[in-house]
């Protein structure tokens, strides 16, 4: 089965950038997904179509995609930010939804 | 606004059936894909199955065996019902509203389902 690899953590001081990825087979021909899950809470999301913001989502998110990895860059991080991130994505033949295992973001 | 509002019973004895309903206030039923999404306590987000207005399904090919998702459009709702219920199953379970090329925007509360004898 097809599947979605993300580092399980990484950690960042306030103020600088953190970076997660995502690596999939299929990822330079499926777009690719950000969400955000707080403890409790249900899922976020936070990029669309690898790059896009959605409106309310702040500026210091983006997304980029470079052949089979994309990544999620939280700029001049806050600690609001921490939270746990996955990425979504599809199969190659867009038969069914995949997500990574999640990234638990740590602000030191 | 849209909102998602999730029921059903949270508490299922081994090999019953889990019965969970989304139902979607606010928003074109239409235009969108209807998804249910679990996540067992501490672990990520697994994708089960996903239903459109017209009632086309696809289903994760790990749990395609046990699940069914209908839809009733009248009422703008849709339905998870999984069979064979183990102590494996023992998760959040969230329905959500998935747009063609902009993800899941919507999500419901979630729904804690635990499965114990």
């Known amino acids: 089965s097809y599947e979605l690899t993300q580092p399980p953590s990484v950690s960042v001081s306030p103020g600088h950038t953190a970076r997660i990825t995502c690596s999939g087979d299929a990822l330079p021909k499926q777009y690719a997904y950000w969400y955000q899950q707080k403890p409790g809470q249900a899922p976020v999301l936070v990029i669309y179509?690898?790059?896009e913001r959605p409106s309310g989502i702040p500026e210091r998110f983006s997304g980029s995609s470079s052949g089979t990895t994309v990544t999620l860059t939280i700029s001049g991080v806050q600690a609001e930010d921490e939270a746990d991130y996955y990425c979504?994505?599809?199969?190659?033949?867009?038969?069914?939804?995949?997500f990574g295992g999640g990234t638990k973001l740590t602000v030191l | 606004q849209v909102q998602l509002q999730q029921w059903g019973a949270g508490l299922l004895k081994p090999s019953e059936t889990l019965s969970l309903t989304c139902g979607v206030y606010?928003?074109?039923?239409?235009?969108?894909?209807w998804s249910w999404i679990r996540q067992p306590p501490g672990k990520g987000l697994e994708w089960i199955g996903e239903?459109?207005?017209?009632?086309?399904?696809t289903y994760n090919p790990s749990l395609k065996s046990r699940v069914t998702i209908s839809v009733d459009t009248s009422r703008t709702q849709f339905s998870l019902n999984l069979t064979s219920m183990t102590a494996a199953d023992t998760a959040v379970y969230y329905c959500?509203?998935?747009?063609?090329?902009?993800?899941?925007?919507?999500w419901g509360q979630g729904t804690l389902v635990t499965v114990s004898s």
């Open positions: 606010g928003g074109s039923f239409s235009a969108y894909y």
């Open positions: 959500a509203r998935f747009a063609h090329d902009y993800g899941g925007d919507f």
């Open positions: 979504q994505s599809g199969d190659s033949s867009s038969t069914y939804m995949v």
């Open positions: 239903i459109n207005h017209s009632g086309s399904t």
């Open positions: 179509k690898d790059s």
